[in-house]
């Protein structure tokens, strides 16, 4: 059981660490850990919480400053865990009595630990206090749960397969969630263990809207999907194997992710979802604006929880849309500065294989911390399409909808077509079938060149900002897709 953190939280207290700040939503598992490391340093495990202090005599109860007092009277060597410290912290007198008994603790061999989601430690004991996180169980963890209660309740062992499917189905879950969730899928399953795994998905799709910032897709579109952009999709080719353990034994680094810049309806968030597909890799979509609506919630608490569950569901697709926007809301805020501040740190030193995905629209709300190498492996132009992607773009759709491509005009469609985006000539397909349709025949070249006239492109309403935006990606950023215009737009002046 969290066997990474056990051993880094033995180390902190056999290092002589007073202090140590245990981060966990999980409170109950982290006190499983923290009995552990308790055992095997030979100490004694005592917990403590505001209401009800220390057990068996609610000795300490109220206050950081009561607590500090009743520790004082302790001799032996012991592990003491202030349960949700996080609201006792900012006690002024309680701090500065906890300052004053380090010394004494540490001859002891007494360790403090404060538990709990998000501890931010006052400034006079930040240099005092260790810091660890216990992150979301891994697929053994579960596994071990999942076996532990199917033997308590005295049924024949699942099938492996079914097992595995259903721990891989439950990363990105707490605990007890996942073991709720399995218990569930289980009952409803009934003899019919097989449809197990896809319960307990379903389940996990619930508990991820109790994270703000987070949501889980399934990625319907695949790279073959998405017409042009053939220098992105040769990009993302090349890295589809640099995941596995053949690529860290030949000295590759894990791809860290992509930011793709460029004119709205070209294709971007496409992309991101195809990748997920592409790589089969669970896709995980972050609302960054979502993170500070919520005044219920620290901002700082929603985005640690997202970060922990994209971790925990390793290898994945992470898919920030029109990240600018998440910048824009943080703008004056001085906690979602920090906020920001930290998932930036997190995207550039992150080690979990989490492939980040982000669009953005406008350059000019993107800070410059953000576009330096290290937090994105490159950063790619998307512009509307050429001629040939076009027509790629319109044979998709018309395959999509049951039509053969071969039947209509495509080259001459797409010549009319001139400065539509991928989702303009969506549309038109989409419109031209409405148009048969209503007068009760199968769809004809006329109808999509009608559609095609009917469109007024984006660019027409924004043509100055594309093209300062393709001013800015000439010298800035790597073309998606080479030939013709762009060919042109990416040449050296």
């Not at 596994?143 to 891989?168: I, M, N, S």
């Not at 031209?432 to 006329?446: E, I, M, S």
């Not at 559609?451 to 007024?456: F, G, L, R, Y």
Request: some cysteine; charged content about 30%.
């Amino acid at each position: 059981m969290s066997r990474e953190e056990t051993e880094e939280l033995g180390l902190l207290v056999r290092a002589g660490w007073r202090v140590v700040a245990f981060e966990s939503f999980e409170e109950e598992r982290a006190l499983r850990v923290l009995g552990k490391v308790a055992a095997a340093t030979k100490r004694t495990l005592r917990t403590w919480s505001r209401t009800a202090g220390f057990e068996p005599d609610g000795a300490g109860a109220g206050s950081l400053d009561a607590c500090v007092q009743a520790m004082a009277g302790e001799a032996e060597p012991a592990l003491f865990a202030l349960l949700d410290a996080q609201g006792v912290l900012g006690e002024g007198a309680g701090v500065r009595r906890l300052r004053d008994r380090l010394a004494e603790f540490g001859k002891r061999k007494q360790v403090v630990v404060l538990v709990g989601p998000l501890l931010q430690t006052p400034v006079e004991l930040e240099r005092e206090v260790g810091r660890i996180s216990l992150a979301l169980p891994p697929a053994e963890e579960l596994r071990g749960l999942f076996e532990k209660v199917v033997e308590t309740a005295g049924r024949e062992p699942l099938d492996g397969q079914v097992l595995e499917a259903c721990v891989r189905g439950a990363l990105g879950l707490t605990g007890s969630e996942a073991v709720r969730a399995f218990r569930k899928a289980w009952l409803a399953a009934g003899k019919a263990g097989s449809e197990m795994p896809a319960l307990v998905a379903r389940e996990k799709r619930q508990a991820l809207h109790r994270t703000p910032a987070l949501s889980f897709h399934e990625a319907s579109e695949s790279l073959g999907d998405v017409g042009g952009l053939g220098e992105l999709k040769a990009w993302l080719r090349e890295r589809r194997q640099a995941f596995g353990e053949e690529a860290r034994r030949f000295g590759l680094p894990a791809p860290r992710g992509l930011l793709l810049l460029g004119v709205q309806g070209c294709g971007k968030s496409l992309c991101a979802k195809a990748v997920a597909r592409e790589w089969q890799f669970p896709l995980l979509r972050a609302d960054l604006a979502a993170a500070f609506g919520d005044p219920a919630r620290s901002p700082e608490l929603v985005m640690r929880e997202a970060i922990a569950v994209a971790e925990s569901l390793a290898p994945a697709v992470l898919w920030i849309d029109e990240i600018e926007k998440g910048f824009a809301a943080t703008e004056g805020e001085g906690s979602a500065t920090r906020t920001f501040g930290s998932f930036l740190t997190w995207m550039a030193e992150k080690r979990a294989p989490v492939f980040v995905v982000a669009t953005a629209n406008d350059v000019t709300k993107l800070p410059p911390e953000l576009l330096r190498r290290g937090r994105f492996d490159e950063l790619f132009f998307v512009d509307l399409p050429s001629a040939r992607e076009r027509l790629e773009i319109l044979a998709i759709h018309l395959r999509k909808n049951g039509r053969d491509p071969a039947q209509y005009p495509l080259e001459s469609l797409a010549d009319q077509a001139d400065r539509l985006s991928g989702a303009e000539l969506e549309q038109v397909v989409s419109a031209g079938l409405y148009k048969a349709f209503a007068a009760g025949r199968d769809l004809a070249d006329h109808d999509l060149a009608d559609a095609i006239q009917e469109t007024v492109p984006l660019y027409e309403t924004y043509e100055e900002r594309i093209k300062e935006l393709r001013n800015w990606a000439r010298h800035r950023a790597r073309a998606a897709s080479v030939d013709g215009k762009m060919a042109d737009l990416f040449a050296p002046s």
